[in-house]
Nanobody
Framework: QVQLVESGGGSVQAGGSLRLSCAAS????????IGWFRQAPGKEREGVAG???????TYADSMKGRFTISRDNTKNTVYLQMSSLKSEDTAMYYC???????????????????WGQGTQVTVSS
């Protein structure tokens, strides 16, 4: 049984930092495409960052330079280091995994074989 469990969310002031974790079981993350996504109230889920099986990383434009995705294969865990947080980063953050393509969202629908339950990030100004 595949399970993705996010953790590390919380409340932080603007300008602060958080590190989110996505712990995987039932899959070997080094062989999967892993993505981080977020969804704010009343908004569609959007992609934040991704890492593929070769370690190549991608970021949404608004996160470049502030967020860093990484993985620890020994812990089967993917991380999202977030810094210089802004109030608009407030959202539920999810990780997703797929063996054959990079999980993505488009026009309100999201695609990927496995999704976690999310962890809440709240940034106060």
């Amino acid at each position: 049984q595949v399970q993705l469990v996010e953790s590390g969310g919380g409340s932080v002031q603007a300008g602060g930092s958080l590190r989110l974790s996505c712990a995987a079981s039932g899959v070997t993350i080094s062989s999967y495409y892993i993505g981080w996504f977020r969804q704010a109230p009343g908004k569609e889920r959007e992609g934040v960052a991704g890492i593929d099986d070769g370690g190549w990383t991608t970021y949404a434009d608004s996160m470049k330079g502030r967020f860093t995705i990484s993985r620890d294969n020994t812990k089967n865990t993917v991380y999202l280091q977030m810094s210089s947080l802004k109030s608009e980063d407030t959202a539920m953050y999810y990780c997703a995994a797929d063996r054959y393509f990079r999980p993505y969202c488009n026009s309100g629908s999201c695609y990927g074989s496995y999704w976690g339950q999310g962890t809440q990030v709240t940034v106060s100004s």
